[in-house]
């Protein structure tokens, strides 16, 4: 029993130790030139041999031998939509794969929000690189992109439109002196508009005995305000409608002259977007005021 016990215990120990080859156990491929290589008949497909030549074994494809080598350089690497890879495979230049970074650097800008989107990489709200105009990403800049709503650029203003009494000389109808002033420059906005098919605005008009669209007094829209965009084209005013530009009044809270500041909300669809300037014609009492949350409510296309 103890003999049979000494041997049970041995024996797995035997099998596990590494046992070095003879010479002639190992597999050895067959020696050619590369003559000879080439004059082998119909060679099998998977067949592989050793070349004297330049001593490179070698595979045979469907209808060619190529060199299977050891440096990687025969890898072949398909990468998906989100994913790139630089590099030729070798040991000098290895492959090196990498999510696809569209837009969150200045070299990897994107040309707008919305086609970073469409590359299916990049779906979170935030700040990515652009270029639009599709030249050297050196004049790339940065915004804001609303992706969970279709990739969306935003046109931030860089102040709000203060509330104030603009005139105090009698009621009539004006523009502003001055335009609203806007982060991007005028290029930057030019070159985003081109790259897009639509835009965007809620314009808040904030009151306080200014009448901003109608009138109901007088039932009529005789104050409606008119709008200049940023193209420098201008909407008609002193009207319900707005020809031309799809505007919407889904709020009117300034239609009385009341003391109480109140607001009327002007939905704005129109690629001519963002807002530089509007025309008022209830402004002429000291105590009238008026002005826009522009940094709450910035404009966007895409």
């Known amino acids: 029993m103890n003999k049979i016990a000494l041997f049970l215990f041995i024996f ?61 350089s025969e890898t072949k690497i398909v990468a998906g939509n989100c994913m790139e890879v630089t590099g030729t495979g070798t040991s000098s230049i290895p492959y090196v794969i990498a999510n696809n970074n569209t837009g969150e650097t200045q070299v990897s ?26 030249g050297a990403t050196d004049n790339a800049f940065e915004v804001y992109c609303d992706m969970k709503n279709g990739g969306w650029t935003k046109i ?20 502003l002196p001055t335009n609203f002033t806007l982060k991007l420059t005028d290029t930057q906005i030019n070159d985003i508009r081109a790259v897009s098919t639509e835009g965007k605005q809620t314009y808040v008009a904030q009151c306080d005995g200014v009448i901003t669209y109608y009138y109901t007094t007088g039932a009529n829209y005789i104050y409606a305000f008119g709008f200049r965009f940023h193209t420098g084209e201008e909407t008609v005013f002193g009207q319900q409608t707005y020809p031309g530009t799809n505007i919407n009044v889904t709020q009117d809270g300034c239609a009385t002259n009341r003391t109480d500041a109140l607001n009327t909300i002007f939905q704005i669809n129109d690629i001519r977007v963002p807002i530089i300037n509007v025309s008022s014609r209830d402004n002429g009492n000291g105590t009238e005021t008026f002005g826009s949350p522009f940094t709450s409510n910035p404009a966007w296309l895409r």
Not at 30 to 48: D, F, K, Y
């Open 12 to 72: 797995p120990f035997i099998l596990l130790q590494a046992v070095t080859p003879k010479n002639d156990e190992l597999v050895t491929l067959h020696a050619v030139s590369t003559a000879e290589m080439n004059a082998i008949n119909s060679p099998l497909e998977g067949s592989i041999v050793f070349n004297t030549d330049n001593n490179e074994i070698y595979e045979r494809n469907t209808t060619a031998w190529s060199i299977i080598s050891s440096d990687g």
């Open 109 to 134: 800008a994107g040309q707008s929000c919305k086609q970073i989107l469409d590359t299916g990489c990049q779906v979170r709200d935030g700040v990515y690189w652009i270029n639009p105009d599709g």
């Open 156 to 175: 931030e203003y860089a102040e709000d439109f203060i509330d104030k009494n603009y005139w105090a000389t009698g009621d009539a109808r004006r523009w």
